[in-house]
C-alpha cells in the first residue's frame, strides 16, 4: 500500500460531507486543500469534453498526479438527480469537471467511500413497477 493511499485513506471526512438532495459530496474546495496540505505538489489536468451526438449529453474526465502517481477519472455531465443532461450548458460542464476532481482525489483514497455503490442501479428508477399477478392456469380445449 502506497503511503499516499495510506495517509489520505486515513483522513476522516465524515465532519464535511455535504448534502445537495439525497446526495453526499465533499467540497472541491475541501478536498484540494486537503490533499494539497499533504501533498503540495499534486497537480490536475482536464482532457477535451467528450460529446456523444445521439444523445447530445456529454463526459468530462481529469487526471490527478500525486507524487507521481496518476489517477484518471470520468463522470457524464448530470443534473441534481444524477441524469445526463442534454445539451448541457458552460456551468453544467464546469461544474460536471469540479465533481469529477473531487473523484479522481478519492481515487488516491481521500473520501473514496462517499462512492460506494455509485455502480448500483436504483432498480425504482430504471425499471417500470411489476405488477404481481397471479399465474394464469391453462385450460384445456377439446380439438
Known amino acids: 500500500m502506497s503511503n499516499v493511499w495510506k495517509t489520505l485513506s486515513a483522513i476522516d471526512v465524515s465532519n464535511h460531507i455535504e448534502q445537495k438532495g439525497n446526495l453526499n459530496y465533499l467540497s472541491w474546495a475541501w478536498a484540494w486543500s486537503t490533499l494539497c496540505e499533504h501533498y503540495p505538489e499534486s497537480t490536475y489536468s482536464y482532457t477535451e469534453t467528450k460529446w456523444c451526438q445521439w444523445s447530445a449529453t456529454c463526459e468530462v474526465e481529469v487526471s490527478v498526479t500525486v507524487e507521481?502517481?496518476?489517477?484518471?477519472?470520468?463522470?457524464?455531465?448530470?443534473?441534481?438527480?444524477?441524469?445526463?443532461?442534454?445539451?448541457?450548458?458552460?456551468?453544467?460542464?464546469?461544474?460536471?469537471?469540479?465533481?469529477?476532481?473531487?473523484?479522481?482525489?478519492?481515487?488516491?483514497?481521500?473520501?473514496?467511500?462517499?462512492?460506494?455503490?455509485e455502480d448500483l442501479v436504483d432498480i425504482s428508477e430504471a425499471a417500470p413497477a411489476v405488477k404481481q399477478e397471479s399465474k394464469p392456469t391453462l385450460k384445456k380445449t377439446r380439438d
Not at 95 to 100: E, L, M
Open 68 to 117: 507521481g502517481m496518476t489517477r484518471t477519472m470520468w463522470l457524464p455531465v448530470m443534473d441534481y438527480k444524477n441524469k445526463s443532461i442534454q445539451n448541457p450548458s458552460s456551468r453544467d460542464i464546469s461544474d460536471a469537471r469540479i465533481r469529477c476532481l473531487v473523484k479522481a482525489i478519492a481515487m488516491h483514497g481521500l473520501g473514496l467511500s462517499l462512492w460506494a455503490g
